[in-house]
């Protein structure tokens, strides 16, 4: 039991800290921080549902993963083409 309890309390740790780090992100200048900053969260959200079932985690981290990493960089290409200065 005290397992299953360490996954879920690291999971929603890691969901704060990490949903923070991404509002916190648009002054940050280096847009490989705040991508990773959204897989921290990712990475909780995962973690908290390892602790009802495996492949509902896997699936969630996935996809959670691809979508987030998708409109992250196209938004840095965006700015680039832009010409946008940080």
């Not at 940050?28 to 973690?47: H, K, M």
């Not at 985690?57 to 960089?73: C, K, P, Q, R």
């Amino acid at each position: 039991m005290l397992e299953t309890q360490i996954w879920f309390y690291s999971g929603a740790i890691l969901v704060i800290l990490g949903s923070l780090a991404t509002a916190r992100g648009p002054g940050v200048r280096d847009p490989i921080v705040r991508i990773l900053n959204t897989e921290v969260a990712a990475v909780g959200v995962s973690l908290i549902f390892l602790t009802y079932n495996h492949t509902l985690a896997l699936l969630t981290f996935i996809a959670a993963t691809s979508i987030m990493t998708l409109i992250l960089l196209r938004a840095v290409i965006r700015l680039e083409e832009m010409g946008v200065e940080e």
